[in-house]
C-alpha cells in the first residue's frame, strides 16, 4: 500500500479509536451528531482525494461506506435518537437512596439541569443536526438502500425544525439533495416559504445563491426527466417544486442584482446561468420574459473580457449549454463559441464536453463552418471517440443532423464507434430514437447499422421506457429511409417495426401524451412507410381535433396529417371541414407556392375541394408567381392533379390565358414525376405473357406525346394497359369500387379520343386477387376492349 497509505491508514485508526471509546464512556447513548461529526472527520481522514492521493480512492470510499453502515445497523442515524444523550441513565437512584445519600441526591439535581440546559440548547439546533446527517450521507456517493432510508428520514424530520432554518442551513440542504437526487415538494416548500418568510433570501452570500440556483435548477431536470440524480426512487413524490415557483423567482431575482453579479466568481456564474436554464420558467410563457432578461443581464456581465478569458473549460460548456436551451442570440453564442475554441484551448476539453458543445451549436442552429470544423476535428480523433459516453455520441448525431453537417466520412466512424464492443446494448431508450432519427434525416443508410438500429429498438424492455417523443423520432427516422430507399430495402423489415411501434403508440397508457406536431408526425411516417391502417390514422385525427388548431405554427402538423390522409385514401369529413375551414381563415399566410400546390393536391386526394376553396388557393398561387417565385417541376406536378380534377368534374372553371399557362407546365411536371408501381407492372406482364398476348412495356403513344405503360402488339388493335398507382384513385371505397380521379380520366379521355382502347388496372382490383383469378380477370377486361387474344403475335419485349 506504500507509506502514505500506511500513514493515512494510522491516522483513521486513532480517529476510529477515540470515536469507539467515546461511545463506550457514554454507555451506548452517544449523541447521533457525535457519531456523524465524527464520521465526518473519519471521512476527511480517509479521502485523500482532498490532498492529491488519487490510488487511495477506492480504498477509502469503502471503508467510509462500511463505517457508515456500522453506524446505520446500530441505529445511531435514527431521527429518533437525534438527543438520546438525555434519557435517563440505568443507575437512577431510588426514594432509599435519596434518604441515606443526599450528597449523591444533589449531584444527580445538578444532573438534572445540566440535562435540562443541554435538551434546550440541542432543540434550538434541529434544524442543523439533521441538515449536517444529511451533508454526511449525500458525500458517500451512489447510496445503497439503508443510507436512502436514513437520508428521506432526515430529510422529513426538517419539516418539524423549518421554523430554525439559516442560510447556511439552506445552502446546504439544496446541496444534499442535488448530490442524490432527492425532490420532495412538501419539505423543500415548507422550508423555503420560512425562509422567505424571515427574509433569509437577501443575507445570502452570491456564493451560497449560485449554489442554491445551480441545486433548483438540477433538481427540476430530475423531476421533468422522470428520474433521479442517483438511486433514490420517486415513489410518492408529486409536483415539481409545488409552491416554491416563486422561491426560485426570487433567488433570480437576488442573482441579478448589480452588487451580486459583480461579486461572483466566474463558477458561481456559469452555475446561475445553467441553474436557471433548467427551470421550469423556461417553459411558461408569462415568466419566460422575466427569466430572459435575468440570464441576459448575466450573460452580459459574464461576456466582459477581463471576465472571458478567466473561464475555465467546464464553466464554457455549462454556459454554453444554457444559451442552448433559453435560445441565445447570435452575437452572444459567436462570442463565446469564439473562446471555447481559442488556440490552446480545445485539447483540454474532455470528450465528453466536446460533444455538449456540439450538442449545444446544433440546438442554436450556429452553423458557422470554422468552429464546427474544428470541433469535429478534434471529436473524431481515435482516442476521442473511445472516451465518448454512449450520450456524447448520440448528442454528435443529433448536432450533425441539425445542422445538416454530416458527410460520409464522419458518419462512418460514428457509427463504427457505436458498433463495437458491443456498445448499442448501452444506450439508454431516448439515445436509441436519437440516433435512428439523426442518422435518417442525415440520409446515412448501412444496412447493417440500420438493422441494428431497428432489432435494438423494438426490444420489448424499451418500448415500456420511451416516451411518446421517442416513438415519433424512431418513426420518422424510419420513414426518412423508406422515401429515400423505396423498396430496395428492408421493406418487411420496416414493415413490421413500424406495426410495432404504431400498436405501443396506440396503447391506452400513452393517451393524453402527444403534442399537435407529434401527431402529425405519426401520421405523415405511417402514411410514408406505406403502413394501411386506417384505425390508428383515425385515432390519430380524433386525438389532433380534440386539440383543435389554435396556433398558426401547427400549420406544419396540419400538412402533415392532410398528405397522409390523401397518401392512405382516407376520408374523414369532420377533419375536412376543420382543414377547410383553417384553410379560408389563414391562406393569406402562405409564403411559398409549393405549400399552397402540395395543399391543393392533398386536398384533391381526400376530396374536400370545393370549387370556392379552389379559386382561393389558385389566387394565391398566381399572386406568388408574379411576386418572382419560379414553381419547380415537383411543384407543377402537384398543381397539375387538381386544375384537371376541377376541369373534369366542375366545369370549365378554368380558362383563357390562365389555364394555358398552368397547363403548359403542369402537365410536363406530373408527366415526370409520375411513377407506376414496377412490381406490380412486372405482374401483369406475366399475366399478359401467360395468355399469349403480345406487348411492350414503358413505352410511348401518339408520337412520343403520351408515354403509357404496356402497349399491345398493333395485330391486336390500338389498346394500352394502364397499371395506375394508388395515387390515380380518390380516398375511400364506395359501392363502385375505387373512383377515378381527374388526372386518370383525362388521360383516358385523350387517348380514346384518338381511337386508342384503354385497359386501366387498379392496385385495389388486382391485389384482391388471387394469381388464378387474375388471369379469368384479365382475360375478360381485354376482351370487353375488343381483342382477339386468338391472334398469334411475336412478343416484343422491351
Known amino acids: 500500500m506504500g507509506q502514505w497509505a500506511r500513514c493515512w491508514e494510522r491516522l483513521a485508526a486513532n480517529q476510529r479509536r477515540r470515536l469507539v471509546e467515546t461511545w463506550q464512556s457514554s454507555g451506548g447513548r452517544l449523541p447521533t451528531i457525535t457519531v456523524s461529526l465524527g464520521l465526518r472527520r473519519l471521512t476527511q481522514v480517509m479521502l485523500p482525494l482532498r490532498t492529491g492521493h488519487k490510488d ?93 432510508a436514513a437520508f428521506r428520514d432526515h430529510a422529513q424530520k426538517l419539516s418539524e425544525f423549518a421554523h430554525q ?57 430530475a423531476h421533468n426527466r422522470n428520474a433521479t440524480w442517483g438511486n433514490i426512487a420517486r415513489s410518492g413524490q408529486t409536483g415539481l417544486f409545488d409552491g416554491i415557483d416563486h422561491f426560485a423567482t426570487s433567488i433570480l431575482a437576488e442573482c441579478v442584482k448589480e452588487e451580486n453579479l459583480s461579486s461572483f466568481t466566474e463558477w458561481s456564474l456559469a452555475c446561475v446561468v445553467y441553474g436557471a436554464s433548467l427551470l421550469d420558467m423556461a417553459n411558461n410563457a408569462s415568466q419566460r420574459p422575466r427569466l430572459d432578461s435575468a440570464v441576459t443581464s448575466i450573460l452580459t456581465e459574464a461576456k466582459h473580457p477581463e471576465r472571458l478569458k478567466k473561464f475555465k473549460e467546464q464553466e464554457l460548456v455549462m454556459i454554453m449549454y444554457a444559451m442552448s436551451r433559453l435560445g441565445a442570440k447570435r452575437p452572444m453564442v459567436h462570442l463565446f463559441c469564439h473562446e471555447i475554441v481559442k488556440t490552446g484551448r480545445l485539447p483540454k476539453y474532455e470528450a465528453q464536453n466536446l460533444s455538449t458543445i456540439l450538442y449545444s451549436l446544433g440546438v442554436l442552429g450556429h452553423k458557422d463552418e470554422v468552429p464546427i470544423a474544428w470541433l469535429m476535428g478534434e471529436t473524431m480523433k481515435p482516442h476521442r471517440l473511445a472516451q465518448l459516453k454512449e450520450e456524447g455520441l448520440s448528442n454528435i448525431v443529433y448536432a450533425l443532423a441539425l445542422l445538416g453537417a454530416g458527410n460520409q466520412a464522419v458518419l462512418s466512424a460514428l457509427c463504427d464507434e457505436i458498433m463495437t464492443r458491443h456498445r448499442l446494448v448501452k444506450f439508454r431508450c431516448q439515445e436509441v430514437a436519437t440516433l435512428v432519427w439523426g442518422l435518417g434525416k442525415l440520409g446515412y ?67 393524453g401524451e402527444c403534442s399537435q406536431q407529434n401527431l402529425g408526425i405519426i401520421g405523415w411516417s405511417i402514411a410514408t412507410l406505406g403502413f394501411r391502417d386506417l384505425i390508428c390514422l383515425k385515432m390519430v385525427l380524433a386525438r389532433y381535433m380534440a386539440l383543435g388548431v389554435n396556433d398558426p405554427q401547427q400549420e406544419k402538423s396540419l400538412f402533415m396529417l392532410l398528405h397522409a390522409c390523401g397518401t392512405l385514401r382516407f376520408k374523414d369529413r369532420r377533419f375536412n371541414e376543420l382543414v377547410a375551414k383553417w384553410v ?46 419560379s414553381p419547380t417541376e415537383q411543384v407543377w406536378g402537384w398543381l397539375f392533379v387538381p386544375v384537371i380534377h376541377m376541369r373534369t368534374y366542375r366545369g370549365d372553371l378554368v380558362s383563357g390565358a390562365v389555364w394555358e399557362r398552368v397547363m403548359a407546365k403542369a402537365r410536363r411536371g406530373w408527366i415526370l414525376r409520375r411513377q407506376t408501381d414496377a412490381h406490380l407492372r412486372g405482374q401483369v406482364s406475366t399475366t399478359l405473357s401467360s395468355l399469349g398476348v403480345s406487348h411492350r412495356c414503358g413505352t410511348t ?74 388471369i379469368s380477370w384479365l382475360r375478360d377486361q381485354l376482351e370487353s376492349k375488343g381483342v382477339p387474344l386468338s391472334v398469334d403475335a411475336t412478343v416484343a419485349s422491351e
Open 56 to 148: 487511495l480512492a477506492p480504498w477509502a470510499h469503502s471503508v467510509h461506506v462500511d463505517r457508515l453502515k456500522a453506524a446505520l445497523s446500530s441505529g445511531h442515524f435514527a431521527p429518533t435518537k437525534h438527543f438520546s444523550a438525555c434519557e435517563k441513565p440505568a443507575s437512577w437512584p431510588t426514594t432509599e437512596q435519596h434518604d441515606v445519600h443526599e450528597v449523591q441526591m444533589d449531584k444527580w439535581e445538578g444532573w438534572l439541569a445540566r440535562r435540562d440546559a443541554r435538551l434546550e440548547r440541542a432543540s434550538r439546533r434541529g434544524f442543523k443536526l439533521a441538515v449536517q446527517q444529511m451533508d454526511v450521507l449525500s458525500r458517500s456517493g451512489g447510496l445503497e438502500v439503508e443510507m436512502q
Open 584 to 629: 379560408d381563415e389563414s391562406h393569406q399566410s402562405f409564403r411559398r407556392v409549393g405549400d399552397v400546390a402540395k395543399l391543393l393536391h392533398d386536398l384533391t386526394l381526400v376530396g374536400c375541394l370545393s370549387a370556392e376553396l379552389f379559386y382561393t388557393l389558385f389566387f394565391d398561387i398566381h399572386k406568388l408567381w408574379n411576386q418572382g417565385q
Open 445 to 511: 443508410f448501412d444496412p447493417k447499422v440500420l438493422r441494428a438500429l431497428i432489432h435494438e429498438a423494438l426490444k420489448a424492455h424499451r418500448l415500456r421506457k420511451y416516451t411518446e417523443q421517442g416513438i415519433v423520432m424512431i418513426l420518422y427516422g424510419l420513414a426518412s429511409v423508406a422515401r429515400q430507399l423505396g423498396s430496395s430495402f428492408a421493406r418487411e423489415e420496416l414493415a413490421q417495426a413500424v406495426a410495432i411501434l404504431v400498436i405501443e403508440a396506440k396503447s391506452s397508457r400513452r393517451r
Open 165 to 221: 432554518v439559516d442560510t447556511f442551513g439552506l445552502a446546504s440542504l439544496f446541496l444534499s439533495c442535488r448530490r442524490v437526487g432527492y425532490v420532495n415538494s412538501p419539505v423543500l416548500q415548507k422550508v423555503t416559504k420560512e425562509a422567505e418568510a424571515r427574509g433569509l433570501i437577501k443575507l445570502l452570500t452570491p456564493r451560497r445563491l449560485s449554489g442554491i440556483m445551480h441545486s433548483l435548477g438540477v433538481l427540476t431536470r
Open 701 to 774: 403513344v401518339m408520337d412520343g406525346a403520351m408515354p403509357v405503360d404496356i402497349e399491345l402488339h398493333p395485330k391486336l388493335g390500338k389498346v394500352v394497359v394502364e397499371v395506375d398507382s394508388a395515387l390515380d384513385y380518390a380516398c375511400n371505397e364506395t359501392k363502385k369500387g375505387h373512383e377515378a380521379l381527374g388526372v386518370a380520366q383525362w388521360r383516358n379521355g385523350i387517348l380514346e379520343s384518338c381511337g386508342w382502347q384503354v385497359c386501366g388496372i387498379s392496385p385495389f382490383e388486382w391485389n384482391s386477387r388471387s394469381e388464378a383469378d387474375r
